[in-house]
């Protein structure tokens, strides 16, 4: 059973570029969450989906970011215009749906994202 | 929203010590969460522990959750369990994972 997957794992852009950050859930898992992780800090929520909705974005920068989660394929977090303070690691978690154990959250890898 | 909090920020340790890492919150939760960021940034589940007592090897677990605390042990430590613990809440009526800043944890041979 494989876990939750990310790609690409590292990922260098220019300031100006798109970046897109691709996570594809656990086998059985419909529920997604995206996190970022600046260098020596903790990870802080930015947007939870569910297929083909978006559930909450509080955590989501209003500009430059979004994210989606279609009926088929992975889940993609996309950064439009990157700027240096973008550059940190994106985690990926997913769960089976909500209530009871249900809540439990399994982590990808990461994308570490680069802004030159 | 819930407010989540671990102590101590570092920890060093001798290979075979024992240490317990605190987690406090500051609501009722759904879900909570510990987790270890190893040295290459992989984040692993450790326990799913919104209330009571578990147990996985050298590691254990509690949470009280009407006091609003959690409690990670570490017996015998090795060097590889170095690295951060996180401890993530998720309050009740929430959505998301609310993260504490972690614990860094460095155990020297």
């Known amino acids: 059973n494989a876990g939750v997957m990310q790609n690409p794992r590292h990922l260098v852009r220019r300031r100006g570029q798109e970046a897109r950050l691709r996570c594809s859930p656990m086998k059985g898992h419909s529920h997604v969450y995206w996190y970022r992780q600046l260098p020596e800090e903790g990870l802080k929520f930015m947007v939870y989906l569910q297929k083909e909705n978006i559930i909450d974005e509080s955590g989501m920068p209003k500009e430059r970011f979004s994210a989606e989660f279609p009926k088929e394929g992975p889940s993609i977090l996309r950064i439009q215009q990157v700027v240096r303070g973008d550059s940190a690691a994106y985690f990926c978690?997913?769960?089976?749906?909500?209530?009871?154990?249900?809540?439990?959250?399994?982590f990808g890898p990461g994308t570490r994202l680069t802004v030159l | 929203g819930i407010q989540v909090e671990q102590s101590p920020p570092d920890l060093i340790l001798q290979e075979g010590a024992n240490s317990t890492l605190r987690c406090n919150f500051s609501d009722s939760v759904n879900n909570l969460q510990w987790f270890h960021q190893n040295p290459w940034g992989q984040l692993i589940n450790l326990f799913y522990?919104?209330?009571g007592t578990k147990q996985n090897g050298r590691l254990s677990a509690t949470t009280v959750a009407t006091e609003r605390y959690s409690l990670l042990y570490i017996s015998s430590s090795q060097t590889t369990d170095s690295g951060v613990y996180f401890c993530a809440a998720q309050g009740v009526g929430g959505q998301n994972f609310v993260f504490g800043p972690g614990t860094r944890l460095s155990v020297l041979p």
């Open positions: 978690a997913s769960s089976p749906g909500q209530g009871g154990s249900y809540n439990e959250q399994f």
């Open positions: 522990i919104p209330s």
